[in-house]
């Protein structure tokens, strides 16, 4: 099993969030989902992202492969923790 750690869309028309997730690869994008990693929202200003950074990455050792939109968003929250 191929795992991939992506975003998953939610919310409604107009107003999408998106959850960082663990997921075989094989599932739709909304899909199953293995385990839910953090959040993104796009339309907030400031800190956007909540992503637990422990759990990513113990999931990279297990051998998941982050996409690049979440590979950038864990890189920020990594800067965002480190100068707080």
Do not use: H
């Amino acid at each position: 099993m191929a795992v991939a750690i992506r975003l998953r869309q939610e919310g409604s028309k107009g107003r999408l969030f998106y959850r960082v997730v663990a997921a075989d690869q094989r599932f739709k994008r909304d899909g199953r989902f293995i385990e839910i990693l953090g959040t993104y929202d796009p339309q907030k200003k400031g800190e956007n992202t909540n992503i637990d950074i422990e759990k990513v990455n113990s999931w990279i050792s297990k051998g998941a492969q982050p996409s690049e939109t979440v590979r950038s968003l864990i890189k920020r929250q990594v800067k965002a923790q480190a100068s707080n």
